[in-house]
């Protein structure tokens, strides 16, 4: 089974910064099955990025996915309020399984 | 106006039963794979169940084999998750997700707000 290791647990950042979160397979992962979320309290997850580079519909242009391989990154250029919240990397891998990553929350400073 | 909308959560103890329903309205259900995820509370998410279009491929989570059942109407446009043997480990808010038609890959683009499964004596 891939398991997927998100860093940082935690980030810490003010409005307007720039975000970038990590997502880290435990083998090689297509980059065709790696997406990410965003989801906020009490909510459920919405989907961001597909394919690690695509985005999807309605998601703004500052969330930005990149990577291949075992490395992978959701960058957010700007962050605006309702950006902070907590984001999942997800694969698909064979078997079939499907995983997810701990999360990564991005908090206000 | 196109959405999921889960219900049939609650109290049960462990051992017991309970089945989750999952309404979907606003698009051709028929037409796309549907799976099941739980999230534990303040945990990350965890896939427990897929099922496809027609209902003839299934898949589920080492964690459910053999205790929970997936399946799906589409003349109700209703999916199902019948869950037996529950474990304290099982509570979670369960949501129903769609993945995309016509997806290379296996992600999700709709999701319902979930409901919330507690195992407790």
Do not use: H
Request: proline share 4%.
């Amino acid at each position: 089974e891939i398991v997927l290791t998100q860093s940082p647990g935690t980030l810490s950042l003010s409005p307007g910064e720039r975000a970038t979160l990590s997502c880290r397979a435990s083998q090689s992962v297509s980059s065709s099955y790696l997406a990410w979320y965003q989801q906020k309290p009490g909510q459920a997850p919405r989907l961001l990025i597909y394919g690690a580079s695509s985005r999807a519909t309605g998601i703004p242009d500052r969330f930005s996915g990149s990577g291949s391989g075992t490395d992978f990154t959701l960058t957010i250029s700007r962050l605006e309020p309702e950006d902070f919240a907590v984001y999942y990397c997800q694969q698909y891998g064979s078997s079939p399984k499907l995983t997810f990553g701990g999360g990564t929350k991005v908090e206000i400073k | 106006q196109v959405q999921l909308v889960e219900s049939g959560g609650g109290l049960v103890k462990p051992g017991g039963s309970l089945r989750l329903s999952c309404a979907a309205s606003g698009f051709t259900f028929s037409d796309y794979y549907m799976s099941w995820i739980r999230q534990a509370p303040g945990k990350g998410l965890e896939w427990v169940s897929y099922i496809s279009s027609s209902g003839s491929t299934i898949y589920y989570a080492d964690s459910v084999k053999g205790r929970f059942t997936i399946s799906r109407d589409n003349a109700k446009n209703s999916l199902y998750l019948q869950m037996n043997s529950l474990r304290a480990e099982d509570t979670a808010v369960y949501y129903c997700a769609r993945e995309p038609k016509g997806a290379v890959g296996w992600y999700f683009d709709l999701w319902g707000r979930g409901t919330l499964v507690t195992v407790s004596s």
